[in-house]
Protein backbone atom coordinates (compact mmCIF):
# COMPACT_ATOMS: atom_id res chain seq x y z
CA UNK A 1 0.00 0.00 0.00
CA UNK A 2 1.31 3.57 -1.37
CA UNK A 3 1.91 5.60 1.50
CA UNK A 4 2.98 9.81 1.59
CA UNK A 5 2.63 11.08 5.39
CA UNK A 6 3.69 14.82 5.47
CA UNK A 7 5.17 16.03 9.26
CA UNK A 8 6.43 19.05 10.64
CA UNK A 9 3.91 21.96 9.74
CA UNK A 10 2.61 24.12 12.36
CA UNK A 11 2.64 27.77 13.70
CA UNK A 12 5.24 30.34 13.08
CA UNK A 13 6.16 34.04 13.25
CA UNK A 14 7.29 35.26 10.22
CA UNK A 15 11.12 35.58 9.13
CA UNK A 16 10.73 31.52 10.79
CA UNK A 17 12.32 28.65 9.78
CA UNK A 18 9.87 24.95 9.46
CA UNK A 19 11.37 21.98 8.00
CA UNK A 20 8.36 19.78 6.44
CA UNK A 21 9.30 15.78 6.14
CA UNK A 22 7.52 13.60 3.71
CA UNK A 23 7.57 10.06 4.69
CA UNK A 24 6.70 7.46 2.03
CA UNK A 25 6.16 3.76 1.81
CA UNK A 26 4.64 0.43 -0.22
CA UNK A 27 6.79 2.15 -3.42
CA UNK A 28 10.35 2.71 -4.30
CA UNK A 29 11.27 6.39 -3.51
CA UNK A 30 14.35 5.92 -5.73
CA UNK A 31 12.46 5.83 -8.59
CA UNK A 32 9.98 8.83 -8.19
CA UNK A 33 10.21 12.25 -8.23
CA UNK A 34 8.48 13.70 -5.20
CA UNK A 35 6.71 17.56 -5.33
CA UNK A 36 5.24 19.81 -2.55
CA UNK A 37 2.41 21.57 -3.41
CA UNK A 38 0.51 23.71 -1.38
CA UNK A 39 -3.16 25.24 -1.08
CA UNK A 40 -4.32 28.23 0.63
CA UNK A 41 -8.10 28.61 1.47
CA UNK A 42 -9.77 29.56 -1.74
CA UNK A 43 -7.28 29.16 -3.99
CA UNK A 44 -6.10 26.25 -6.43
CA UNK A 45 -3.08 23.71 -4.72
CA UNK A 46 -0.29 25.54 -6.27
CA UNK A 47 3.25 23.48 -7.09
CA UNK A 48 6.30 24.60 -4.37
CA UNK A 49 9.43 22.85 -5.68
CA UNK A 50 9.66 19.19 -6.72
CA UNK A 51 12.95 16.92 -6.74
CA UNK A 52 13.74 14.21 -9.64
CA UNK A 53 14.93 10.48 -8.75
CA UNK A 54 17.20 10.39 -11.43
CA UNK A 55 19.81 13.25 -10.97
CA UNK A 56 18.71 15.01 -7.95
CA UNK A 57 18.02 18.47 -9.70
CA UNK A 58 15.59 20.23 -8.00
CA UNK A 59 13.06 22.97 -9.30
CA UNK A 60 11.46 26.13 -7.65
CA UNK A 61 8.57 28.27 -8.06
CA UNK A 62 9.52 31.81 -7.87
CA UNK A 63 7.70 32.70 -4.91
CA UNK A 64 9.87 30.48 -2.77
CA UNK A 65 12.93 30.33 -4.55
CA UNK A 66 16.07 31.01 -2.39
CA UNK A 67 14.01 30.69 0.68
CA UNK A 68 12.68 27.06 0.55
CA UNK A 69 15.31 23.97 0.20
CA UNK A 70 13.90 20.58 -1.23
CA UNK A 71 15.87 17.32 -0.51
CA UNK A 72 15.94 13.70 -0.38
CA UNK A 73 17.48 10.99 1.30
CA UNK A 74 16.17 7.34 -0.49
CA UNK A 75 17.45 5.21 2.45
CA UNK A 76 15.23 6.94 5.18
CA UNK A 77 12.35 7.31 2.40
CA UNK A 78 11.86 10.43 3.14
CA UNK A 79 12.08 13.91 1.06
CA UNK A 80 12.37 17.50 3.22
CA UNK A 81 11.22 20.83 2.44
CA UNK A 82 13.59 22.96 4.72
CA UNK A 83 11.50 26.86 4.62
CA UNK A 84 13.31 29.71 5.67
CA UNK A 85 12.30 33.72 6.16
CA UNK A 86 9.01 32.12 6.17
CA UNK A 87 6.36 35.01 5.18
CA UNK A 88 2.09 35.14 6.05
CA UNK A 89 1.58 34.33 2.28
CA UNK A 90 3.46 31.03 2.62
CA UNK A 91 0.29 29.98 4.80
CA UNK A 92 -1.26 26.92 3.32
CA UNK A 93 -1.71 23.29 3.60
CA UNK A 94 1.44 21.69 2.40
CA UNK A 95 1.22 18.11 0.48
CA UNK A 96 3.80 15.98 -1.33
CA UNK A 97 2.68 14.30 -4.04
CA UNK A 98 4.73 11.22 -6.36
CA UNK A 99 5.06 11.34 -9.66
CA UNK A 100 4.50 8.79 -11.96
CA UNK A 101 7.75 8.75 -13.11
CA UNK A 102 11.52 9.72 -12.28
CA UNK A 103 11.31 13.37 -13.59
CA UNK A 104 9.57 16.07 -11.91
CA UNK A 105 6.47 18.16 -13.50
CA UNK A 106 4.21 21.02 -13.22
CA UNK A 107 0.81 18.85 -13.84
CA UNK A 108 -0.95 17.69 -10.92
CA UNK A 109 -2.09 15.04 -12.89
CA UNK A 110 1.65 13.85 -13.28
CA UNK A 111 1.54 12.68 -9.55
CA UNK A 112 -0.76 9.89 -8.95
CA UNK A 113 0.01 9.07 -5.18
CA UNK A 114 -0.49 12.49 -2.26
CA UNK A 115 -0.12 12.72 1.07
CA UNK A 116 -2.72 14.04 3.83
CA UNK A 117 -1.26 17.07 4.13
CA UNK A 118 0.20 19.80 7.02
CA UNK A 119 -0.67 22.93 8.36
CA UNK A 120 2.06 25.25 7.67
CA UNK A 121 0.42 29.01 9.42
CA UNK A 122 2.75 32.17 9.43
CA UNK A 123 1.51 34.77 11.53
CA UNK A 124 2.48 36.82 14.29
Known amino acids: QVQLVESGGGLVQPGGSLRLSCTTSGFTLGYRAIGWFRQAPGKEREGVSCINSSNGRTYYDNSVSGRFTISRDNAKNTVYLQMNSLKPEDTAVYYC?????????????????WGQGTQVTVSS
Open 97 to 113: AAAVGSSCAAQRYSYDY
